[in-house]
């Protein structure tokens, strides 16, 4: 559906309400990352450290080898407003170019984002944010929860505008069939000649699986 897959060095934002997949999608790329002997950081601003290893583990990965050394796994808190800051915007570039990484997922931005008291303000930091990881030799991927009245909108409506490639996950109800299915499509995608197509996604055990050769009605 992306032609190929994320663009190395872009910056991606993985958009969909609770439940979708989001932190699934984030774990499975940074994974893959490890196996091409890629180092890679994952910025949890919801879970702890041990809880995001542990998840990994159950997925029936092997991360013992990679633990502390290709993979690093930060907890931020975004409850401290000072800190939580300054790690984004200073300590982040300052680890990745450390460490070597070539992925790094922050998982949610959105709760970066809600720091900020104003629109203008935050406009402002995440312009500021996103430059500056444009300056790093890694592709990101930021995921973000949905607005509360538009499923279809990041909750901000910030990062599509900064992001060079936007997926959005979503639920979809069939009344007449009572069940609900998940559905993913490629929004924007900066330099490529992607599917415009929706398409319907399971989240198994290890893995989001698209299913690129079925229709959604
Ligand atoms: N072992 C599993 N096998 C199949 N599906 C699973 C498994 N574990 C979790 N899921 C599904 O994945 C969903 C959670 O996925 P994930 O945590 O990646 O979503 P998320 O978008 O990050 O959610 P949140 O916004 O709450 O952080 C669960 O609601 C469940 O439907
Ligand atoms: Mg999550």
Redesign the pocket.
């Given at each position: 559906m992306m032609g190929g897959g994320l663009i190395p060095g872009s910056i991606n934002a993985i958009v969909?309400?609770?439940?979708?997949?989001?932190?699934?999608?984030g774990l499975q790329f940074i994974w893959e990352g490890l196996l091409i002997g890629e180092k890679v950081i994952y910025i949890s601003l919801?879970e702890r450290e041990d809880r995001i290893y542990t998840y990994m583990e159950?997925k029936g990965w092997d991360i013992t080898p990679y633990k502390g050394k290709s993979l690093i796994v930060v907890r931020l808190d975004p409850s401290d407003f000072s800190l939580a800051i300054n790690s984004i915007r200073n300590e982040l570039p300052a680890l990745i170019r450390q460490v070597g990484a070539r992925r790094v997922v922050i998982?949610?931005i959105s709760l970066f984002e809600d720091l900020f008291d104003t629109d203008a303000v935050r406009r402002r930091e995440m312009l500021r944010f996103v430059e500056d990881m444009r300056d790093q030799e890694c592709t990101i991927i930021m995921?973000s929860?949905t607005d509360k009245s538009d499923p279809y909108s990041s909750r901000h409506n910030l990062i599509e505008y900064l992001a060079d490639t936007v997926i959005l996950?979503r639920y979809d109800r069939r009344e007449d069939r009572n069940d609900v299915y998940l559905t993913l499509e490629v929004v924007k995608m900066r330099r490529s000649a992607h599917s415009r197509e929706i398409k319907p996604y399971e989240?198994?055990?290890d893995r989001v699986l698209v299913h690129t050769d079925a229709t959604v009605f």
């Open positions: 969909g309400t609770y439940g979708t997949g989001k932190t699934t999608f919801e159950e998982d949610p995921t929860e996950l989240i198994q055990k």
